[in-house]
T-cell receptor, first 113, second 111 residues
Framework: ETGVTQTPRHLVMGMTNKKSLKCEQH?????MYWYKQSAKKPLELMFV???????ENNSVPSRFSPECPNSSHLFLHLHTLQPEDSALYLC????????????FGSGTRLTVV | GQQLNQSPQSMFIQEGEDVSMNCTSS?????WLWYKQDPGEGPVLLIA?????ELTSNGRLTAQFGITRKDSFLNISASIPSDVGIYFC???????????FGTGTLLAVQP
C-alpha cells in the first residue's frame, strides 16, 4: 500500500461504454497526475492537477475527461474509447514542484474491446 | 521534445550477479530519479539524485548523477530474485521543467 489507491484494478469495456477510473490519496499532497503506460513505450503524462486546478493536458483526446473535485481525489472519465487505448493507467501524487515525492498507485489495467 | 534513452532494454542474469543500467539525454536535468516497477504495481522510487557527480546508495543499489547532467547510471550488486521488475530512470527540470521517464529496463533474475 503506497498511500495512493486506484480503483478498479482491472477494467474491460466496450468501445461504446462509459466508465470512470478513480484515484485517492491521503498523503497530504496537492498535485495529482494521470499517466498512461503502454507496452514498450515510456510512461506518458496525460494530465496534471495542482491544488484541484488542471495545469497540464498533454494533447489527450477528448474521450478522456479528468475530474479533480479536491486535492485527495482524481477521476478519469472514459467514453467511446478505441482498442489502442488499452493500457495501464497510473495515478500519482506529490507536492507541487517536488519530483522526488511522486507516489504512484498500482494502476488500472484497461482493456478496450 | 526531451527524451531519455535507457539501456539495456532487458537483462537476464543469474542470481548473485551485478547489474548495471544507464540513462542518457540530449538535454540537461536538475534531478535524476530511479524507480522500480514490480509486476502489476506502480513504480516506486528507489534513489533520487540532485547534484552533478553525486553518488548515492540504497542498500545494494548505487546510482550516480553524471557530471554533464545528461546521464545517470544505476548499479545493483549481488542480485536476488526479488530484484525482478522494470527499472525506470526519470529526469526532472531542464527546458520543460517536467518529470520525463525513460523507456525502462526489464530485469529477470534466474535463481
Amino acid at each position: 500500500e503506497t498511500g495512493v489507491t486506484q480503483t478498479p484494478r482491472h477494467l474491460v469495456m466496450g468501445m461504446t461504454n462509459k466508465k470512470s477510473l478513480k484515484c485517492e490519496q491521503h498523503l497530504g499532497h496537492n498535485a495529482m497526475y494521470w499517466y498512461k503506460q503502454s507496452a514498450k513505450k515510456p510512461l506518458e503524462l496525460m494530465f496534471v492537477y495542482n491544488f484541484k486546478e488542471q495545469t497540464e493536458n498533454n494533447s489527450v483526446p477528448s474521450r478522456f475527461s479528468p475530474e479533480c473535485p479536491n486535492s485527495s481525489h482524481l477521476f478519469l472519465h472514459l467514453h467511446t474509447l478505441q482498442p489502442e487505448d488499452s493500457a495501464l493507467y497510473l495515478c500519482a501524487s506529490s507536492q507541487p514542484g517536488q519530483p522526488y515525492g511522486y507516489t504512484f498507485g498500482s494502476g488500472t489495467r484497461l482493456t478496450v474491446v | 521534445g526531451q527524451q531519455l534513452n535507457q539501456s539495456p532494454q532487458s537483462m537476464f542474469i543469474q542470481e548473485g550477479e551485478d547489474v548495471s543500467m544507464n540513462c542518457t539525454s540530449s538535454s540537461i536535468f536538475n534531478t535524476w530519479l530511479w524507480y522500480k516497477q514490480d509486476p502489476g504495481e506502480g513504480p516506486v522510487l528507489l534513489i533520487a539524485l540532485y547534484k552533478a557527480g553525486e553518488l548515492t546508495s540504497n542498500g545494494r543499489l548505487t546510482a550516480q548523477f553524471g557530471i554533464t547532467r545528461k546521464d545517470s547510471f544505476l548499479n545493483i550488486s549481488a542480485s536476488i530474485p526479488s530484484d525482478v521488475g522494470i527499472y525506470f530512470c526519470a529526469g526532472y527540470g531542464g527546458a520543460t521543467n517536467k518529470l520525463i521517464f525513460g523507456t525502462g529496463t526489464l530485469l529477470a533474475v534466474q535463481p
